[in-house]
C-alpha cells in the first residue's frame, strides 16, 4: 500500500473505532426493525458489523464483539470473522475462522499476518453490499441485502466481506450469505481481485476447536476422537495427523459432502470449569452457553474439486497468543481437542462451502441435510 493509503486507512480507523466501541454491549444488538424480524442485521451503516438470524448462526468482523464481555472487548483477534450463536434473546461467540491463501506454496494465516497498515498481527476486513471493494471502516459498513427466494416464505440475507492484500500476493474477498429456511448454516463464497497473485488454495478454516472442546469428528463409518489420535501429547504447540479425503466422508441426502464435530462429553463437563487460580485468572476459555452444539462443515457435490479432504489439527492446552513460556498455558480440561477444522481444495472462483452451527446432533443433522 502506499504511504497516502496508509494514513487513509489510519484515519478511519482512528474516527471510527471510537462509534464502533460505543454502539456494543446490547443483548442482541441491531435487529432488523422491519416485519423480517428474525434477521440481526446492523442499525445502519455506523453500526458495529454484526449479522445473523434469531435461533441461528451469526456473523461478525472486527472490532465489533459479538458477544457481550469486558467493556471495551473488541472480540478477540483481528483479521479474524467472529461466529456465534444466537438463542432465546442471547449471542454467544462460539468461534473464528480464518482465510489461508496458499500462493506457491506458501500458506499465510490472516490473524498473524502482518497488516501493511499497522505492521500488526492480522489483516484489516471491512463489509459491502456490492462487489465494490470500497476501504477499511471499523462500522459494518452495510446492513447486508435481502433477497426474495421461488420461495415466498423464504429469503437470503448477504454481504460481502474485504481485506487486505497477503504478503505472498493473494488478494481473496468473501460472499457470507444465510438462508432463513436453514438458519443454522453461513454459506461462504471464496472470490479473488485482479490484482491477486494465483491462488493454489484458499482455505477457510474454523480456528477455535477448543472453545468447545470438539473432540469427536464424525465422519462417515466412524468417529475418530482426538483423545486417542493425540495420546499422550502434551506440548504447547499443535499436533496435525494426515487428512481425510472425500471418501471418508458423510454424505448428504442431496449427495453432498459433510463433516461433522462435536465434544464428546456430557454438558455438566463441557461447563464446568476447574477451579484453580490458573484457570480463574482465564475464564474467557470457559464454555458459557447453555447448550451444547454441532459444529459442522458441508459441501455440494457439484462444483467441488478432487482434491477435496477434511482436515484437522489439535492442542492439549489452550491457545495463548504465540507465548513460548509453557507457564502462560493451562490443559484443556479431559485431554486434547481439535482446534483447526475445515474442509480444504484446490481454489476456484466462486468456490462455496456451508459453516454451520446446530443444537441438533449429528444423527439428527444428517436426516435434514
Not at 462443515?297 to 484437522?312: E, M
Not at 475445515?342 to 449429528?362: D, I, N
Request: hydrophobic content about 35%; charged content about 25%.
Amino acid at each position: 500500500m502506499s504511504t497516502c493509503i496508509n494514513r487513509m486507512y489510519r484515519g478511519l480507523f482512528t474516527a471510527g473505532i471510537i462509534c464502533c466501541l460505543l454502539g456494543m454491549g446490547n443483548r442482541v444488538r441491531g435487529q432488523d426493525k422491519s416485519t423480517n424480524a428474525s434477521w440481526i442485521r446492523p442499525a445502519d451503516e455506523k453500526s458495529p458489523g454484526i449479522w445473523g438470524i434469531r435461533n441461528g448462526i451469526v456473523a461478525g468482523i472486527w472490532p465489533a464483539a459479538i458477544e457481550p464481555g469486558k467493556k471495551g472487548s473488541d472480540g478477540g483477534p483481528r483479521g479474524l470473522l467472529r461466529i456465534g450463536y444466537e438463542f432465546m434473546g442471547m449471542i454467544y461467540h462460539i468461534n473464528y475462522i480464518a482465510i489461508e491463501p496458499v500462493v506457491k506454496g506458501k500458506m499465510e494465516f490472516s490473524e498473524i499476518s502482518p497488516s501493511e497498515v499497522d505492521g500488526k498481527w492480522g489483516k484489516f476486513m471491512w463489509a459491502g453490499d456490492t462487489v465494490r471493494t470500497g476501504h477499511f471502516t471499523p462500522a459494518a459498513g452495510t446492513r447486508g441485502v435481502l433477497q426474495e427466494l421461488d420461495d415466498p416464505t423464504d429469503e437470503t440475507l448477504s454481504w460481502y466481506v474485504f481485506m487486505e492484500k497477503f504478503s505472498n500476493g493473494a488478494h481473496p474477498y468473501l460472499r457470507l450469505s444465510i438462508r432463513r429456511s436453514r438458519p443454522e448454516e453461513l454459506v461462504i463464497e471464496v472470490f479473488h481481485h485482479a490484482d491477486s497473485a494465483p491462488m493454489e488454495r484458499c482455505g477457510i478454516t474454523a480456528t477455535m476447536g477448543n472453545y468447545g472442546r470438539l473432540r469427536q469428528l464424525y465422519l462417515k463409518d466412524k468417529v475418530i476422537d482426538a483423545r486417542e489420535l493425540y495420546a499422550g501429547y502434551q506440548d504447547i504447540d499443535f499436533i496435525e495427523k494426515a487428512p481425510y479425503a472425500a471418501e471418508v466422508l458423510a454424505r448428504t441426502r442431496q449427495g453432498g459432502f459433510v463433516a461433522m464435530a462435536t465434544a464428546g462429553e456430557t454438558f455438566a463437563e463441557l461447563a464446568s470449569w476447574p477451579q484453580e487460580p490458573a484457570y480463574l485468572a482465564r475464564w474467557n476459555w470457559r464454555y458459557r452457553p447453555f447448550y451444547m452444539l454441532t459444529q459442522y462443515w458441508r459441501k455440494d457435490d457439484a462444483g467441488r474439486q478432487a482434491s477435496l479432504q477434511v482436515r484437522v489439527n489439535g492442542r492439549a492446552k489452550y491457545w495463548s497468543g504465540g507465548s513460548r513460556n509453557a507457564a502462560d498455558y493451562i490443559n484443556i480440561p479431559g485431554g486434547p481437542s481439535f482446534e483447526n477444522f475445515e474442509l480444504r481444495e484446490s481454489y476456484a472462483p466462486g468456490q462455496k462451502v456451508y459453516f454451520g452451527l446446530s443444537r441438533r446432533t449429528p444423527a439428527q443433522l444428517l436426516t435434514d441435510l
